[in-house]
C-alpha cells in the first residue's frame, strides 16, 4: 500500500541499501503470496482458487478490533510503529463496515518515538517498550518540556522532530536467520538534548528513571490529543484499540478518566499477529457485506490438551500426579496459593496475545511482601522494576480498585483503592497501580472459580498472575509446561485435574 508515496520518499530523501532490500524482499513475498500459501498447503497453483485480497496493515489493526468487538459502533484508533507507510490510523466503525477518516504517514509514529527512547534507556531489544513501561513510575516527568520537542501537537494529529531519530533516512536492516534486526533510531541529538545514553545492564539512575516517566508522559499526551480529536469527529462514546502502541495500558486507564469515551475494546492480540484476525474480517465483512456474528471475549483461541495427554506429559518426565475432580481439586490449589506456595497453572486452550491470562499462568499470593522477590529469585529473573498484575474476580472489581470498567485482556491500568494497598502489596506497583485481568464466571469459569476458593480462604478476590515460564516464550503444550516446572522452583503444578507437587 502506498506504493507511490514510499517510491518519492526514496528519491527526495534517500535510504539506506540495507532498507532498499528488506523493502524489496517483502514486496516480493506479497506478490509470490498465493504460490506460498500454495506450497503451505501442499496444493498446486490450478488446485488453489481462492481469491488472495491484500488488507492494508492497518486497516487489519482496526477490522482486528472493531470487526470482532460488542459494539454495533464505534470510534477506531490504531497506533503502531509503521505498517505500509503508516503508523496511525483514524476510523469509524458501523455494522459491518469501517471507513477511514485519517491517517499519519512515515515518518511521523509515536511507536517509533517509544522505541527510540527505549532503546536510548539502554533496552535495545524488540518488546521491551512493555519494561520501560514498569520502569516508567519509579522516576518524574521532569523532562516532558524537552519530550515536547521530540513530539509536537500542534495540529490535530502529531509529528515527530525529526533531527531526534534516524529512520527517516530508513532503518538499517541487517538479518539473522530470516529475522530482521533494526539498529538504533535515535540520532546523536537524543543525547546532545538528554544526555549519554545508557549502556544496556549499566545503573538505572535517576536521570534514566527520570526520562522514562518523561517519555511515558508525553506519549499518554498525544495519546489522548490524537483521541480527543477523534471524538470531535465522530462524536462515538465507544472505542475500539489495536496496534503495538494500544499495549500501553497505562495509557489505557487513563482514556475513561480524561476523555469523553466511556466504553473500550482493545484487542487481546493488539500487536502484528493480531493483523491476522482483522484481514479475515476485513474480507468477510467489510469486502463480503457478511454481517458481524462473533465477540471475541475470550482469548483462549489457541491450542487445548485433554487430561489423557497432560497425563501422558507427566508420565514422560516421570512425575506422579494426583486426578482430582473439581470439588477437591480447587479448593486444595487455592489452598496452596494461599500458604505461599508457587503454581503452574495450565487449563483449557492457550490465550491468543502476548498475556497470559489464567490458562497459562503462573499464580501466586498477591498479600505477600516478598512474593515478587521470590518469583523473580527462583523463577522468572526480572528486572525489579517491573510489576507482576493482580487477577481479579469481575464483579469485584470496584471494591478494590478506582476505576470497575472490564479488563479481560489485561490492557488497562487502575490506581488501586487506598485502603486497600496493603492487602495486596504484590501486585500494587510503586505508583499504587495495577494491571489488572478482569475475570468473568461466564468467559473463564476455571480460572474465575480459582481465584473464588482463594477469595473464600483469605477474603481477597484477587491472585498474582504472572506468564507460565521463565524466559521462553509462554508454555504451549503440557510437555513444555512440565519441563517449565522441572526446571525452575515452582511449588505445584496443575495440568487440568492432574496436581503435581514437589514432594510427590
Not at 47 to 74: G, M, N
Not at 462 to 485: G, R, Y
Amino acid at each position: 500500500a502506498h506504493l507511490p508515496r514510499k517510491v518519492l520518499r526514496a528519491l527526495r530523501h534517500g535510504v539506506r541499501p540495507g532498507f532498499v532490500r528488506h523493502r524489496l524482499g517483502n514486496m516480493a513475498k506479497i506478490r509470490d503470496v498465493r504460490t506460498e500459501l500454495g506450497v503451505a498447503l501442499n496444493l498446486s497453483p490450478e488446485a488453489l482458487r481462492a481469491e488472495v485480497h491484500h488488507v492494508e496493515h492497518h486497516k487489519a489493526h482496526a477490522a482486528s478490533a472493531f470487526f470482532v468487538s460488542p459494539f454495533e459502533d464505534a470510534a477506531i484508533l490504531s497506533v503502531d510503529g509503521f505498517g505500509d507507510f503508516t503508523s496511525t490510523m483514524l476510523a469509524v466503525g458501523r455494522g459491518s463496515r469501517l471507513e477511514v477518516l485519517d491517517r499519519v504517514m512515515f515518518p511521523h509514529s509515536l511507536g517509533i518515538f517509544y522505541t527510540a527512547v527505549t532503546q536510548w534507556l539502554g533496552f535495545p531489544k524488540y518488546g521491551d517498550e512493555g519494561k520501560v513501561m514498569g520502569l516508567a513510575p519509579y522516576g518524574k516527568p521532569r523532562h516532558v518540556e524537552k519530550m515536547r520537542e521530540v513530539v509536537c501537537l500542534d495540529g490535530p494529529l502529531f509529528e515527530l522532530g525529526l533531527d531526534y531519530f534516524t529512520h527517516q533516512r530508513g532503518l538499517d536492516v541487517t538479518w539473522q536467520a530470516g529475522t530482521p534486526s533494526f539498529k538504533r533510531v535515535f540520532s546523536e541529538r537524543m543525547e546532545e538534548r538528554f544526555g549519554r545514553a545508557r549502556e544496556p545492564g549499566s545503573e538505572l539512575t535517576e536521570l534514566y528513571e527520570d526520562v522514562a516517566a518523561s517519555m511515558q508522559a508525553m506519549l499518554e499526551e498525544a495519546y489522548l490529543h490524537v483521541l480527543d480529536g477523534l471524538w470531535r469527529r465522530t462524536g462515538i462514546p465507544r472505542l475500539c484499540l489495536a496496534g503495538g502502541v494500544a499495549l500501553n495500558a497505562v495509557a489505557n486507564g487513563l482514556i475513561r478518566l480524561r476523555t469523553p469515551f466511556e466504553e473500550i475494546y482493545v484487542q487481546p492480540a493488539a500487536g502484528d499477529s493480531g493483523t491476522a484476525v482483522g484481514a479475515a474480517f476485513y474480507v468477510w465483512n467489510q469486502v463480503l457485506g457478511r454481517p458481524r456474528g462473533y465477540v471475541m471475549e475470550d482469548a483462549g483461541t489457541g491450542p487445548g490438551y485433554s487430561d489423557d495427554e497432560c497425563a501422558a506429559a507427566l508420565r514422560a518426565a516421570s512425575l506422579e500426579a494426583e486426578l482430582l475432580g473439581d470439588d477437591e481439586l480447587f479448593p486444595r490449589v487455592a489452598g496452596c496459593i494461599a500458604e505461599g506456595e508457587v503454581v503452574g497453572w495450565f487449563q483449557g486452550r492457550m490465550e491468543f496475545g502476548p498475556r497470559a491470562l489464567g490458562n497459562r499462568s503462573i499464580v501466586t499470593d498477591p498479600r505477600r511482601h516478598d512474593m515478587k522477590d521470590i518469583l523473580n529469585a527462583r523463577i522468572k529473573h526480572r528486572e525489579p522494576f517491573r510489576p507482576f498484575a493482580p487477577s481479579i474476580l469481575a464483579e469485584a472489581t470496584g471494591d478494590w480498585f478506582e476505576q470497575d470498567y472490564v479488563s479481560p485482556f489485561m490492557v488497562l491500568v487502575y490506581k488501586t483503592r487506598e485502603e486497600k494497598r496493603g492487602e495486596i502489596p504484590a501486585v500494587n506497583h510503586i505508583d499504587d497501580t495495577g494491571r489488572l485481568q478482569t475475570v468473568d464466571e461466564r468467559v473463564t469459569p476455571r480460572y474465575w472459580r480459582l481465584i473464588k476458593e482463594f477469595e473464600r480462604k483469605t477474603g481477597v478476590p484477587i491472585v498474582l498472575n504472572t506468564s507460565f515460564n521463565e524466559n521462553e516464550p509462554i508454555v504451549m503444550t503440557p510437555t513444555q509446561a512440565v519441563d517449565c516446572f522441572l526446571r525452575t522452583r515452582m511449588d505445584t503444578l496443575v495440568l487440568g485435574n492432574h496436581m503435581v507437587t514437589r514432594s510427590t
